[in-house]
């Protein structure tokens, strides 16, 4: 007990010294307000908030930035070889035309010999494959192509995310006119628009859509 106790007091320390550093900072940095104006447009307040918040926001904005950029190549990447093979794919889902043409060439074959050979051509078996036969594909084709198109549609919504919430970050730290109170209340507005979108845990739902589609 004496030991957790010990450390918490010197976390505690630690702390209120930092902040000693940064009140002692700030009010070198920024004047001390007239008599009536501590709240002003113009204020100390502001502009210490200013500061602080767009520490916050440079660390914040920067790690979701990284986050999304490498989302965006590996999306785009995966998006690309999917569609290869989604491509490939659903040539199953369709007659092959090529393989009809075979059968009905082997079957004009057989004919022209049984006409050459006086036999008669009812007895040349029918080609099973024609352009008027019902074509059913494998239960296995239309899995594997339902698969192929939902994971290329999770890796497309992952990269449309990515690249909304990349404008969402610039409109969020692009520049803000006015007096240090406007700024700083336009800086809260928009960090609560923020905040209650839940932007950042959508940020870190991406790459979970984003493993979704590799499985």
Same mark, same amino acid.
């Given at each position: 007990?004496?030991?957790?106790? =010990?450390?918490? $007091?010197?976390?505690?320390? !630690? ?20 008599? @009536?104006?501590?709240? *002003?447009?113009?204020? !100390?307040?502001? !502009? =210490? %908030? ?13 790690? +979701?930035?990284d986050? @999304? ?10 998006s +690309?070889?999917v ?5 490939q +794919? ?6 092959d ?8 060439? %082997? ?5 022209? $010999?049984?006409?050459?050979? *006086?036999?008669? =051509?009812?007895?040349?078996? +029918? ?10 594909p494998?239960?296995l084709?239309?899995?594997?192509n ?5 994971s ?6 992952v ?7 990349k ?6 730290m ?6 240090? *109170?406007?700024r700083?209340h336009? $800086? ?15 940020? *870190?739902?991406?790459?979970?859509i ?6």
């Open positions: 007990m004496t030991t957790e106790n =010990t450390s918490q $007091r010197k976390t505690n320390s !630690r702390q209120n010294a930092y902040q000693q550093v940064l009140n002692d900072d700030y009010e070198h940095r920024f004047p001390e307000d007239p008599f @009536l104006e501590e709240t *002003g447009p113009n204020a !100390r307040v502001w !502009r =210490t %908030y200013l500061a602080e918040s767009s520490i916050f926001d440079e660390n914040m904005i920067g790690e +979701a930035r986050g @999304l950029d490498a989302m965006l190549v590996f999306a785009g990447l995966f +690309a070889v569609t290869s093979f989604l491509v +794919a659903s040539e199953n889902l369709q007659v035309f090529t393989e009809v043409s075979a059968n009905l060439l %082997y079957e004009l074959i057989a004919v022209q $010999r049984a006409v050459a050979n *006086g036999i008669s =051509t009812n007895a040349v078996p +029918a080609s099973p494959l024609n352009p008027s036969t019902k074509f059913v494998s239960t084709d239309v899995w594997l339902g698969l192929w198109a939902v290329l549609s999770f890796s497309l919504v990269a449309l995310a990515s690249v909304l919430i404008q969402w970050l610039h409109h969020y692009s520049f803000r006119s006015g007096t240090p *109170g406007e700083s336009i $800086r809260q507005y928009r960090f609560a628009g923020f905040d209650s979108w839940q932007v950042l845990t959508i940020i *870190g739902l991406l790459p979970i984003m493993h979704g589609s590799l499985l």
